[in-house]
């Protein structure tokens, strides 16, 4: 076993795979080819002396060796960057935090936090990335992002088993809610009964995770999809042109455009969402902890504003 002349590039495609979770996906993104990345991937587990990745149906996992050369591995990468930046005379990044989040945060959340700390903290920037839960918990394994505000519904399980466990804070709680059209029959009251939901059309996500928000939880019939979309704001202008009805957060009742009406539904069990937080175990820098907190700011006023 000898790591001492593995390539930069090498560490690089580790840590595509562990943020993409897929040979395929890590290659998109490095502009490689699959093939390329997988005789990477076969150099660094030969000076590894044993397996980095776990195949799977699903695609590529850490190890635990896989995992403590990530972690290294990051600190090498992070350097090297440093380095090519001040070789090249650009001036060094004092306090950088990189922060991602799901689409949801980019309605109020986010723009509030960068708002107070360009105010208070001025000094720091924050470089951040929109995804979804899964692949930003990815990233955080990986060292591509320092935060990440995520999405968890019941029975809010860890957003995943790895170890050591992610720290997380629970930013909002907040309760699912219902746009539907201003001028569709359910939209003249103050809520709508669970039960009035069945034989609806809904714009919902194409697949995976939050994606699939679009439909009510627990319906008890097969639900009709007439349109998905991935951008929640494409999906409530489908639902203002009567396309159909969709779920959304409650924060986004201040945002929806004309001809939408946002309201609670009754009758079932309360769907919550709760919005997380996480990071890495370990002790975070200074900078990354005016940005949480930051974050925790906004959220509070997020729910003022409700």
């Given at each position: 076993?000898?790591?001492?002349?593995?390539?930069?590039?090498?560490?690089?495609?580790?840590?595509?795979?562990?943020?993409?979770?897929?040979?395929t996906a890590a290659a998109a993104a490095l502009g490689y080819t699959q093939s390329a990345v997988s005789r990477?991937?076969?150099?660094?587990?030969?000076?590894?002396?044993?397996?980095?990745?776990?195949?799977?149906?699903?695609?590529?996992?850490?190890?635990?060796?896989?995992?403590?050369?990530?972690?290294?591995?990051?600190?090498?990468?992070?350097?090297?960057?440093?380095?090519?930046?001040?070789?090249?005379?650009?001036?060094?990044?004092?306090?950088?935090?990189?922060?991602?989040?799901?689409?949801?945060?980019?309605?109020s959340l986010l723009p509030r936090a960068l708002t107070q700390l360009r105010r208070t903290a001025s000094a720091?920037?924050?470089?951040?990335?929109?995804?979804?839960?899964?692949?930003?918990?990815?990233?955080?394994?990986?060292?591509?992002?320092?935060?990440?505000?995520?999405?968890?519904?019941?029975?809010?399980?860890?957003?995943?088993?790895?170890?050591?466990?992610?720290?997380?804070?629970?930013?909002?709680?907040r309760g699912l809610r219902l746009a539907l059209p201003a001028g569709h029959p359910l939209a003249h009251g103050?809520?709508?009964?669970?039960?009035?939901?069945?034989?609806?059309?809904?714009?919902?996500?194409?697949?995976?995770?939050?994606?699939?928000?679009?439909?009510?939880?627990?319906?008890?019939?097969?639900?009709?999809?007439?349109?998905?979309?991935?951008?929640?704001?494409?999906?409530?202008?489908?639902?203002?042109?009567?396309?159909?009805?969709?779920?959304?957060?409650?924060?986004?009742?201040?945002?929806?455009?004309?001809?939408?009406?946002?309201?609670?539904?009754?009758?079932?069990?309360?769907?919550?969402?709760?919005?997380?937080?996480?990071?890495?175990?370990?002790?975070?820098?200074?900078?990354?902890?005016?940005?949480?907190?930051?974050?925790?700011?906004?959220?509070?006023?997020?729910?003022?504003?409700?």
């Amino acid at each position: 076993m000898d790591l001492r002349d593995v390539s930069l590039t090498a560490l690089r495609v580790l840590r595509a795979v562990a943020e993409n979770g897929t040979f395929t996906a890590a290659a998109a993104a490095l502009g490689y080819t699959q093939s390329a990345v997988s005789r990477q991937i076969a150099s660094l587990e030969q000076a590894a002396g044993g397996a980095l990745l776990e195949r799977h149906r699903e695609g590529a996992r850490l190890t635990p060796a896989g995992r403590m050369l990530l972690r290294r591995a990051v600190v090498v990468l992070d350097e090297m960057e440093a380095a090519t930046r001040e070789l090249s005379g650009s001036p060094a990044e004092a306090a950088t935090v990189r922060v991602g989040w799901i689409p949801a945060a980019g309605v109020s959340l986010l723009p509030r936090a960068l708002t107070q700390l360009r105010r208070t903290a001025s000094a720091i920037t924050v470089v951040s990335r929109e995804g979804y839960t899964p692949a930003l918990v990815r990233a955080l394994r990986a060292g591509s992002i320092d935060l990440a505000v995520l999405a968890s519904a019941p029975p809010f399980r860890p957003p995943d088993t790895e170890s050591p466990p992610l720290v997380l804070r629970t930013l909002a709680e907040r309760g699912l809610r219902l746009a539907l059209p201003a001028g569709h029959p359910l939209a003249h009251g103050d809520y709508v009964d669970v039960a009035e939901l069945r034989g609806q059309r809904w714009i919902a996500g194409p697949s995976g995770d939050e994606r699939l928000m679009g439909v009510w939880p627990g319906l008890d019939e097969r639900p009709e999809i007439a349109h998905t979309a991935r951008d929640w704001l494409a999906k409530l202008h489908l639902v203002a042109a009567g396309a159909g009805l969709t779920t959304v957060s409650a924060v986004h009742s201040g945002v929806a455009p004309p001809g939408v009406k946002i309201l609670p539904v009754h009758g079932g069990p309360q769907e919550l969402r709760r919005l997380l937080l996480a990071r890495l175990p370990g002790h975070p820098t200074d900078a990354t902890v005016r940005v949480a907190e930051a974050l925790r700011t906004a959220a509070l006023a997020d729910d003022a504003a409700e």
